[in-house]
């Protein structure tokens, strides 16, 4: 009986294997979250590499609170249904009677925006300017380019968003420089690991699925890098910087001691160097173009035009 007890137990301790989970959204991932676009160098994209996936987040953050939430209005709820079922059709299954509805439903949609535009300014300058994507028509009729250029100027896009420091900003939505790529990390990284849940908070909210699963999941400790994070504004700034400079550091160092082994660093190994091509000279000048491209996404490195001094005559 007690062989038979220690075979059941071993056999039930197998069976309710341990899985670990970070307590926080590690640095690594953050990496390969922020490659953009359709070169993506060095690294491995997590996303598509055509525009459709560029806007995605974008389209989403403009369209969620009205399409997508519980809180959504209904209509709101049942346009996003009818959409996502033509889409699939369209998409999924090259349906063209699915194609043309979204095609009419899409040009109806921008037409009345057009019109809002035109006739009813107020309420178009009240939304605009809080959205990231502009809803605008193409057409056969030589005076649209003009009102479509117009409008296009007048919306203000991102005006009223908190990406309103990066509007067109070809470091934060295309570039794949490494020194930009690690800059975007770094602001991701402070954004998704500010407010976190404690790990015993974090533990206990596993407890559901290893119960329906029969595993045992362990929350690992936050790092130390955590300490302090919550007190970084948040969107970055020309003004903070350097707070996220100084905390992008310490996330690298801790989570990637030797990052700068890394191949998007190899040219960096190439240089020359005052002391000679020691790890730390070659850390440095990393950080040094992390920084600059922090200061340029924030916008700290916008040029101000010098008030030219008056002729005499």
């Not at 071993?10 to 970070?22: A, Q």
């Not at 969620?64 to 209904?74: G, Q, T």
């Not at 007190?231 to 310490?250: A, M, N, T």
């Not at 660093?265 to 000279?281: D, E, F, L, N, V």
Request: glycine share 6%.
């Amino acid at each position: 009986m007690k062989a038979e007890g220690q075979r059941m137990s071993k056999r039930k301790s197998r069976e309710c294997s341990d899985g670990y989970w970070p307590s926080h959204t590690p640095f690594c991932h953050m990496i390969d979250y922020c490659v953009h676009g359709i070169d993506p160098g060095f690294f491995t994209p997590t996303w598509g590499d055509d525009h459709v996936a560029e806007l995605c987040m974008l389209m989403h953050a403009d369209i969620d609170d009205f399409l997508w939430r519980k809180s959504a209005p209904s209509e709101g709820l049942t346009v996003r249904k009818m959409i996502d079922q033509l889409s699939d059709r369209a998409r999924g299954k090259n349906d063209l009677a699915a194609a043309e509805m979204l095609y009419a439903i899409a040009t109806a949609a921008a037409f009345e925006v057009m019109a809002l535009y035109l006739r009813k300014r107020k309420l178009f300058d009240k939304i605009a300017a809080h959205r990231r994507l502009l809803p605008s028509l193409v057409s056969i009729h030589p005076r649209t380019a003009k009102v479509m250029a117009q409008m296009a100027g007048d919306a203000r896009l991102g005006k009223a968003t908190i990406e309103s420091g990066v509007v067109g900003s070809k470091a934060w939505f295309v570039s794949n420089a490494p020194a930009n790529v690690y800059a975007r990390a770094i602001i991701c990284s402070v954004e998704l690991n500010q407010g976190l849940s404690s790990v015993e908070d974090q533990q206990r909210q596993w407890e559901p699925f290893d119960r329906e699963h029969g595993v045992r999941t362990r929350v690992l400790p936050f790092p130390n890098y955590i300490k302090g994070i919550d007190d970084i504004p948040y969107p970055i700034s020309p003004k903070s910087v350097l707070q996220y400079w100084r905390k992008g550091k310490e996330i690298i160092l801790e989570e990637m001691p030797h990052f700068h082994r890394s191949p998007e660093w190899k040219t960096y190994h190439q240089r020359s160097y005052k002391g000679g091509a020691k790890p730390g000279a070659i850390q440095h000048a990393i950080f040094k173009d992390i920084l600059i491209a922090l200061r340029t996404i924030a916008g700290a490195n916008k040029s101000r035009r010098k008030p030219q001094p008056r002729r005499r005559t």
